[in-house]
């Protein structure tokens, strides 16, 4: 092809006009340029086929890493739930046990008249610590009350009051237990508050 | 996600089938253009790093399928994991309440001589009710006995007899109750069996 344009030099201005307006087609359309010249095609080719491929590989390595950091934000996720699931896991049984030790500890209050109710009671005193010493067990803890500084969050107020000895805004009197599975309040103690 | 993989898919095989069409080609024109066309070295270069490319896209979604299949089993695991952490969540604090609950079965067996232990007992029977209560509503069942047939899963026998009116391989007496957490047997009953 180059020897028939070296030979036909008459034509040469013609050709040249011919291939700068082909050049200018060849932006337009790369399928016009195709037929003309193969072999470029097939190299313009291969290179439209490496950046397709590379924007490939850019675009199923970038959906791996996502899909990897995915993976480990669920499995992060996923063991803060077990542990938390894990950290209170008896909180509903307790809930549900407090009332029968509220009426334990109640039941408990009798003075005993005879030497039967006596012995009843100390058997009954006996369940009653190994039940507390199960929750407890388990992470229960009673709030602290009489002395302490009234806490909104430990301590439901539910009368206030005047005690000789004791700071405003103090703990006078538990009306009823308040109960901690370690650091969560299952049920904030009922007390008298000094003002 | 799943359809995107499919069009690339099909895209792929797509560019496959266009790429082995044009493989037939440059057989043919290697043959002819070999040592005319400085181009083929560039060419070669770009086939070697259109085979090289393909290898890494291939490796890459294959990585990518492994690590979704490995997130989708680590996420049936976990979510099975938390079922069953969830069901017997209570397993540890039912396990330590057994033993005061025994006890409290036995102090309630005391006979009643007057007024106050009559009425005391009475108010313990009602606190043994409500903890009963509570362990049931987590799930916790008394493993029946007398009269069943004896199950070595369920029971624990401590003693064979005969007993009129029972069949073999029969429980006749009951010791010690025991558990089940749902369908987990947290203590056998220990029981005389008939033989």
Redesign the interface.
């Known amino acids: 092809m180059e020897n028939e344009k070296d030979l036909n030099e008459r034509d040469l201005a013609k050709e040249a006009e011919e291939k700068s307006a082909l050049s200018e087609e060849e932006i337009l359309s790369q399928e016009e340029t195709a037929e003309a010249e193969?072999?470029?095609d097939?190299?313009s080719?291969?290179?439209e086929?490496?950046a397709s491929?590379?924007s490939?590989?850019e675009e199923?390595?970038s959906?791996?890493l996502r899909?990897?950091a995915?993976?480990e934000n669920?499995?992060r996720r996923?063991r803060m739930?077990?542990e938390s699931?894990?950290k209170y896991?008896?909180q509903?049984?307790?809930s549900?046990?407090l009332?029968?030790l509220d009426?334990?500890d109640?039941?408990l209050k009798?003075e005993?008249?005879?030497e039967?109710?006596k012995s009843?009671?100390q058997?009954?005193e006996?369940?009653h610590r190994?039940?507390v010493?199960?929750?407890k067990?388990?992470g229960v803890e009673e709030i602290e009350t009489v002395g302490k500084t009234f806490d909104p969050h430990l301590h439901q107020a539910v009368m206030q009051g005047e005690e000789e000895g004791f700071e405003p805004n103090t703990v006078i009197e538990e009306f009823q237990k308040g109960y901690k599975l370690k650091d969560r309040v299952i049920r904030p103690s009922m007390v008298k508050v000094s003002q």
Chains 1, 2 share one sequence.
């Open positions: 193969p072999e470029t097939e190299l080719e291969a290179r086929k490496i491929l590379e490939q590989v199923s390595e959906k791996l899909v990897q995915d993976f669920y499995k996923a739930d077990a699931a894990q896991r008896a509903n049984l307790i549900e046990i009332p029968a009426n334990f109640r039941a009798v005993a008249s005879d039967q109710t009843i009671l058997g009954m006996m369940v190994q039940l010493q199960a929750l067990s388990e």
